[in-house]
């Protein structure tokens, strides 16, 4: 069975989380090859045998193209039993533009509940457009805070792009924060040491460094980390996210 972490004191995730990069945007992205979007019955299937794996965690992002949208449809009926995530900061429409205003990520966030058809996102993070610090002070991140108050959000936190910046949130104190490890990067595993110390929630992306890197030493390096919470990784293919499980199990 796939082990459950705690993110947060009231959100318990399967230690592998599904990353939706693939579902909505297939230009301007890194991966190692070309790939079409999956039709709506794959991206069933996929979210059906990602459910039977034991995962329960969905990570999105209004950069993700349609995702999103695509998201909204495929969960209807099982809102309960995900715990989804998505950002603010960052939007895609064939380019990335970057809004980290308080009215900006307030219209993003409420844009976010109408596409997944839900109330409340389980945690809403900052989408970094690399300079961590600045986001960390803007308006964004008040509207996040706000946002949690009045329970739009469950958690908040930032998607940072530098070491530096994601000790910079756990010293403020976020929820969540989200950032790169793995067997060649890294440099913020000091990060989610002080995260443990501090009660500061890890999710690690691109932990196959998008698909450059061997899947099953990867996760089992990242799961290693102390303070790591859970691993989001992006497939669109299940006997992938099958081989991910196992390599956690
Ligand atoms: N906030 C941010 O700034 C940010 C940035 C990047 C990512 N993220 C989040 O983190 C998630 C993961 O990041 P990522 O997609 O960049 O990186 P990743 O999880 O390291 O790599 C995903 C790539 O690895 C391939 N893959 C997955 N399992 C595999 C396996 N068992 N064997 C061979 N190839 C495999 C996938 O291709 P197949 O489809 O062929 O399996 C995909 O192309 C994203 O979906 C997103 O939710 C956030």
Known sequence: MLERRWLTPDLEVSVLGLGTVKLGRNTGVKYPTVFDLPSDTEAANLLAVARELGINLLDTAPAYGLAEMRLGQLIKGQRDHWILGSKVGEDYDGDSHFDFTRSGAE???????????????????????????????????????????????????????????????????????????????????????????????????????????????SLSMVSQVPGVSAIITGTLNPAHLRTNVQALI
């Open 107 to 217: 219209r993003s966030l409420a844009r976010s509940l109408t596409r997944l058809g839900t109330d409340h996102l389980d945690y809403c993070l900052l989408h970094s457009d690399g300079n961590d610090h600045d986001v960390l002070n803007s308006g964004a991140m008040d509207a996040l805070a706000r946002a949690r108050d009045n329970g739009d959000v469950r958690a908040i936190g930032i998607s940072s792009k530098t070491p530096a910046g994601a000790m910079r949130a756990i010293e403020l104190g976020l929820d969540i924060v989200m950032m790169t490890i793995n067997p060649e990067h890294r440099d913020e595993i000091p990060a989610a040491q002080q995260a443990l110390n501090a009660n500061t929630g890890v999710l690690v992306k691109k932990a196959m460094g998008s698909g450059h890197l061997s899947a099953r030493e």
